[in-house]
């Protein structure tokens, strides 16, 4: 069959003669529709490419929303709320105890545990805690808690009788411990070690400088094993129990000193926060 061919002269816009192309008239006579059939053709693939971009970002979607409904739910915020103001209360009852021996505070800013307290806040809060209880273990690692020795309290600070004459009253500027000449005797606080020799009627004695202006004293000990500007750790091993100096028998004579005079260690024994 033969195709009938029309010529189509192409021009420039300048009016020259850029040659002849022959195109099969059927397409010159039917080009509304052949172009119809095109433009139709284009829409439906952008059709097609929308309809599946928007089926995956809706999938995607999907599961987004889905994990973060799961993360919402595996989190009890009634609970967290909770975690968070008893930590807050604790932090509040250490201050208390700090405070009342005249030490210093822990930072507090009001954070947590509000009306206002809402699901997104939980890791900037968690973040917040974390913060504070480090300014708090740093901050106790200086106080002198705990005791020295684990004997038995042989005498208590304040007034007694005098221990030598058994006659009159005498105050008692420390606590002491029983113990057996040898025992391991240990740092109740950090802090560095500013005496470490011979003191008088204290026998051979180790004296501590810890942070808020406050020292530790062992005495009577039987050996020193540390050495004046040697930092020390709490419950660090500084020497043994002994009987040197004025004593009765072996023990270890343990004071707290402060820039006011001596403090009752006994106070210091336990972190009661009640």
């Known amino acids: 069959m033969r195709i009938h061919k029309t010529s189509v002269l192409l021009v420039n816009t300048h009016g020259e003669n850029q040659g002849v192309v022959q195109v099969p008239t059927q397409v010159l006579r039917g080009w509304k529709k052949y172009l119809l059939f095109l433009v139709s053709i284009i829409v439906c693939l952008i059709c097609v490419t929308g309809v599946l971009i928007h089926h995956l970002t809706s999938e995607h979607y999907r599961e987004e929303l889905a994990q973060a409904n799961n993360v919402k739910n595996a989190i009890n915020v009634a609970r967290a709320k909770q975690s968070f103001q008893s930590i807050d209360e604790s932090i509040y009852r250490i201050n208390s105890f700090l405070q009342e021996r005249g030490l210093a505070e822990i930072r507090m800013d009001n954070v947590g545990g509000g009306p206002d307290f809402e699901i997104i806040d939980i890791n900037g809060v968690a973040e917040f805690y974390v913060q504070q209880l480090n300014e708090m273990e740093r901050t106790i690692e ?106 009765t028998g072996p023990h270890l004579h343990y004071e707290i000193i402060s820039s006011d005079g001596r403090l009752n260690p006994a106070d210091y024994f336990s972190l009661d926060i009640d």
């Open 142 to 247: 200086f106080v002198p808690l705990g005791v020295p020795h684990d004997g038995e309290i042989s005498s208590s600070f304040g007034y007694r009788r005098n221990p030598f004459s058994r006659r009159g009253a005498q105050f008692h500027t420390g606590v002491d411990f029983r113990g057996v000449t040898g025992d391991t005797i240990r740092s109740t606080a950090a802090g560095v070690v500013e005496l470490a020799e011979w003191k008088g009627l204290y026998g051979r004695t180790v004296i501590i400088k810890h942070e808020n202006d406050l020292r530790t004293l062992y005495g009577h000990l039987s050996s020193i094993d540390v050495a004046v500007g040697q930092e020390v750790r709490a419950g660090e091993f500084i020497g043994r129990l002994g009987n040197t100096g004025r004593t």
